[in-house]
Structures are given as C-alpha cells and as structure tokens.
DNA sequence: CAAATCACTGGGAGCGCTCCCATGCGCGAA
DNA sequence: TTCGCGCATGGGAGCGCTCCCAGTGATTTG
C-alpha cells in the first residue's frame, strides 16, 4: 500500500509560507486571477518553482466542485468497421486539443449494458466535466441521455442528418461528390458505386455525394449502377460482381470504403479488367490499406487527427460556457491520388 | 462554469444518517472492510442503493492520498511501425482487466520533451498509482525513472534481454522458429529472411528464431540469406530483391513484420515468381493487411489484447505490494496459416 | 482634510472522505 | 458477581485546496 499521509509534497501553505504571502494569494496565481499584483505574482512563481509545487488535484477537485477531467468513451460496437488507425488518430488529437489545458483524459470502455449503466451513473453523478463519444452506433442514445444531464458532449460523426448535439463530422457528402467528379474529368463516363450499409448515416452520406456528382453528369443517375455493401472486403468482392453482370462495359468505381475498394479490385482483377486502364477505381478513408493494394489506391482522405482536435477545442468551450449552443463542425476531406484512377 | 458548491450528490453522510449508523461504518462498508457486523452492513448497503450514492473520488483520494489512477503512455515514437490495431487492441486487453476495478484509465500521450518533464513531475508527486507504458523505444529511459521512484510500472515488450522493470511481451523468438519451420516442414529448402532495423530489440529476437530454426535444417544457417529491413514496405521491396540477386532458387522468405512481407510480395511478383508456388511467404503481426494482400499472407500472430489485459493484472498486482518482484511474462504466439506458404 | 473608493491580500470555513482513537457492549473467566 | 478483553461502532481531526469576506493601505473625490 501507499505510504501513509504525508507524501512529502510541498502544498499550497508551504510555497505561500516561503513567499511570505496567504493561501489566497497563491491560489490566485494558480488560477491566473488577475487580481494579483505583478511584484507578488512573482515572488510566488519563484517559490513555486524552487520548492517544484504541483498541485493536488484531488483537493482542487474537491473544494472546486469540478474535476479537470474529460472521459472519451469508446463503444465496443463495430468499430472494425472503421479504418483502424482512425481510433489512434483520433487520440492523438484529442490530446493534442487538451495538452496545454490540464484536464485528464480518461478512457473509458463501454461494452457491456452494465458498464454503460455504470458510466452514465457516474456522468451524472459530475464525475467528469465532458464526454467525447467516438465511433458512437447511429442508434445510441447516450447522447441525448448526456445532453439531458447537461453534461458537455461532443460526438464523432453524427448520427443522423439533423443530429442536435454537437459533433464533428468530416464532408462525406463532399468527400464522395470530389471522387466521383475526379473520375468524370479523367474521362469515364460508366461510372458505378459500392454503398456502405444504408443504415448507417456514413454510409447514406457517401452515396448521397455520389448521386449528386453522378446528376450532372451524362447519363446522369442511375440505380442499377449501385451496388450495395457493408463496408467489408468480402461485400466489395460481391457487390463489384453484381455491378460487372448488369455492365460490363463500366469503367469506374467508387467505393464507400477501401476494404471494400479491396474487395473490388480482386474482382475485376479476376473479370480480366487492368486497373486502371479499364476501370479506375476510388475508395474512402485513405486508410493504411490504400498504400498496400497494387495498384495503389486513390482514395478520399479525412483529417482524423484534426477531428480529434477540434472535438477537443469544441468540448473545452462548451464546458467554460455552459450556455453555448450546439457546434456542428464538418472538416473537409481531400481525395488523395494514386495509381488506381 | 459548473455549479458552485452543492452537487445535489448524497454524501456519506447522508447515507450514514439514513442507515442510522456512523460515517465511519459507512466508510468501512465501502471499502469492504470485514469489521462490520453484517446485519449493519445490509443496513448501510440499502441506504447506498436507496440514496443512489456514489463515493466521490477526489474527496477519497484526498482524505486517503492516493489517486485510484494509472496512466496509459504512449511516447511519439514511430508507433506507425507497429501493427496498426496494436494500439486499439492493447487499450481493449487494459480496459479489460481493470474493468472490475475502479481504477481510472488516464492516456497519457508523451510526445515532447517537455510533455515527458511533465509527466515525470506528474509520477514523482504521485498523482497516479501505476504506469502503464507502450510501444516504448529501446533507448527509452523512461521505466528506469519511474523504478527509481517507485512507481509500480509495467511495459508491452522488453527494451533489451535483460529488462528488468516488469513487463508483458509476446514470444518473438518462438514466433519467428515456428513460421520458419513450418515453411520448413512443407518441403521448402532455400529459407532466406528480411529482418527488422537491428537495433530494435523485437527485430534482434524473430531474427534470433529464424536463425535457431534454420540451424536444424539442411544447408543450416548462411549470412547471406538473411537480407536488412526496417519494417517499412519499401524496404521490404528492397531487401526481397537482394535476396533475389543472390539466391535466385530461393523458395521461401520469412519477413519480420508484415508490411515487409507485402514489398517482399510485389518484388517476387515482379520478378515473375508465383506464391506459394515458387516462393512461400511468411510475415510477422498478422496486421489487417495480411487479410487484404493476394494471396492472403501467412502470419504470426501476438495476442495483442490479452497482452494488455496481462499488463493490467500484473501492474494491479505491483500497486497493491509494492514489495513484489519485477514480473516478466511472455506470451505465446500463434502462427496464422493463409494462402502465402 | 475627511470620507469614500479601490486594488490587493489574508485567512476562516468548508468540500467529502479516511484514519484512528475512544467508547460501549457482550461474554467468558475468575 | 466482577473484571478483563475484544469486537463494533461513533465521530474528531485532518487531507490540500477554493471560495469569499473582511481588512489593509493607497488613491481619489468633495
């Protein structure tokens, strides 16, 4: 067990005693009170660093009534669905968006009914001052539990077209709409789509900007030329399949995901197409698999990282300002070009 | 700003006063101490349940000066060499074990200097009762800082053989004999290797095991079979032509990593090799690319989550007697056999 | 020149809990 | 019956901080 008590940490009293100034005094130069004068602010600093205060938490937390914690909860739904360095990008900024605040950042797991039980006990009990939701179901309610505790939410992704609480959201609509258009420019004019699993509102984005690039183009939209997938390789294969059956005379692909680009390409790899002479094909997410197919993959970036800064900066504001309304933020994507179309 | 003051939360008090008991009782319920006569105990315990009440940390912590925190750090380092789940499936394996604790998981990324003065502060005030580290640089002094003050730790893999702060690591050396003698064992003659960056100590051991497993075979162990990577793809390319240049009768390569064995895949193609036939190919990870390559890649897998589920036993086992030995576990790998050999 | 104002500052009163000592009580032994 | 002992229990004394009010001296105003 832990030593007992007095763990040999200079506090408040101390570095105060040494400055020759009141608790007060030293608590304002922490908290940046400008009600300090300059001299003594100073003089405090300097005890600060020579006797290396820190502060304890645990006794900010209690007397503050807050916590300077934030949790970033993780659903243990089908996250795999998602490109994998997503989960690690997305930390990477979100503590990129927190390094120079001093919350914590707790991670918290919710996979089981019980464990969500547990945290939203927890959330409501004030235990954190925000919840950042990652890689959320389109159907949980978690959200809108947390919004009716008035506790600072924000999410990854929306959940629906008129989602209310706040989230960041890269352009998928947009995302699709570059892709698609790029391959019209370049010349194709058979151009078809491998869908994500339309109960998924990513999914209905990606196909909704491949509709409207497709509207003005010549031939305009047509819905034997999308295929429907779920975001799996396997459902790429099939669905490439199927559209290769009603047109074989297709010279490109989008597709709502590099796996199930992967899968598309196996396909027409094995239908005796080139890639991309014949048909160029463009995926979604520009994950880590788009550098490893032959040939590589152009694909449709989103700036993860930079999600998971701006839910940071997003949260950070609606916790100062509890009466700020819900931020809707939508990053742009970018389509990256490689070899495949 | 939060709520001044009051929370509305019940207090211990509280409770104690509904259960007609003191806080003292109620304190010890909560901690499970056994010197409370059970017909009180249930008493207390409905009161808990009836009032909804739940300890609230920071006072706990305060009051008993420690955290119930271990933090979870991630060094910028190249993690990108890693696997790319690496990261997501430890986090799952940590979360895992210390679900029905209720210790709080704080991820801690360290990516500058000043980010590590920080957290070194942070561990020596004792803000935290445990560390957890990851994917940590052979060079990396961090374990040895915080074994110096005392700070239960535990690291994913070892720097050297001779670690000695506790760690979890996965059989690399075993790894690595079992994907060259299999490729032995089906009949495969000319085992050539492409390594690692040699001053990585995970590369030093799955080249340990190929050479182990190349000794008992015929031809037995030859310098110039064994090419120099750095787990990138384009020096797996690289080092498959070498081998290529030298042993043109080569039919079967062992690369330490994945991504490797995907170059070493398009430069066997490009040299017109067909695979399994010609040249079997074994990779190192079994990252989500090995599913994705064509043929699919043969692979040694690390039981990634149950290393950090490992990590999280061991580490609870050195907070709670901080007079234990340094624990060393290294967990079987698994050979994952695909289309590749 | 007195009174009012203002900028800083000191320190008491908790925040909700754990630690630990004192108290009460039941029970077996003398 | 009396004494002693130990188990259960109550509650005081903090843990280190923030909040806030009162106090100090300097400055301004009438």
Known sequence: MAAKGRTGQPTLEEVAAL????????????????????????????????????????????????????????????????????????????????????LQLLLTLVRTEKERQRFLQYARARRIDGVLLVSLHDSDTLPDLLAGMDMPTVLSGRRSGDESVSYVDSD????????????????????????????????????????EAVRNTPGGPRPSWIAHGDFTEESGRRAMAELLALHPGLDAVFAASDVMAVGALHTLRAAGRRIPEDV???????????RHTDPQLTSVRQPVEEMGRTMARVLLESISDASSAWQHVVLRTELVRRASG
């Open 280 to 290: 160029a094909v463009v995926g979604f997410d520009d994950s880590p698999i788009a």
């Open 19 to 102: 400055a020759g100034v009141g608790r007060g005094t030293v608590s304002r130069v922490i908290n940046n009170s400008p009600r300090v004068k300059d001299t003594t602010r100073h003089l405090v600093e300097q005890a600060i660093a020579q006797l290396g205060y820190i502060p304890n938490r645990a006794a900010r937390a209690l007397a503050g009534s807050r916590t300077d914690a934030v949790a970033l909860v993780i659903p243990e739904t089908e996250k795999r669905f998602f490109a994998e360095p997503y989960f690690s990008d997305i930390v990477h900024g979100v503590g990129d968006g927190l390094a120079d605040t001093d």
């Open 172 to 211: 998928n609509v947009g995302g699709a709409r570059a892709a698609v258009r790029h391959l019209s420019a370049s010349g194709r004019r058979g151009i078809a789509t491998i869908t994500g699993p339309l109960d998924m509102y990513v999914a209905q984005c990606r196909l909704r900007g491949y509709e």
